[in-house]
Nanobody
Framework: EVQLVESGGGLVQPGGSLTLSCATS????????MGWVRQVPGQGLEWVSG????????KYADSVKGRFTISRDNLKNTLYLQMSSLKAEDTAVYYC?????????????????RGKGTLVTVSS
């Protein structure tokens, strides 16, 4: 059974930083392209970032480019999202997601598994 468990969310002030983690099991993590998506309550899913199976290539939504960094540790089967210069509009539930294809890591369409999410609230 595929499991994706996010952690690290919480309350942070505008301009602050936070790092999310996603512990995975039940599939070959080192062969899977991975990503992060987010959802503001009452709104649709927004793709945030994606990373290739080897971690050498990353993609970002324009809204987070230059502020967020996606990374992975294939020995620990863990995905990360470092977030800095956080804004109120970054407030959302953040989900870790796995792509069906190891060659796709952009957008929502090819994601086949998603965790339960972790809430990030940016507020003073």
């Amino acid at each position: 059974e595929v499991q994706l468990v996010e952690s690290g969310g919480g309350l942070v002030q505008p301009g602050g930083s936070l790092t999310l983690s996603c512990a995975t099991s039940g599939f070959t993590f080192r062969s899977a392209a991975m990503g992060w998506v987010r959802q503001v309550p009452g709104q649709g899913l927004e793709w945030v970032s994606g990373i290739s199976w080897g971690g050498t290539s990353t993609k970002y939504a324009d809204s987070v480019k230059g502020r967020f960094t996606i990374s992975r540790d294939n020995l620990k089967n863990t995905l990360y999202l470092q977030m800095s210069s956080l804004k109120a509009e970054d407030t959302a539930v953040y989900y870790c997601a796995k792509y069906r294809s190891s060659h796709t890591y952009i957008g929502l369409a090819d994601m086949d598994e998603r965790g339960k999410g972790t809430l990030v609230t940016v507020s003073s």
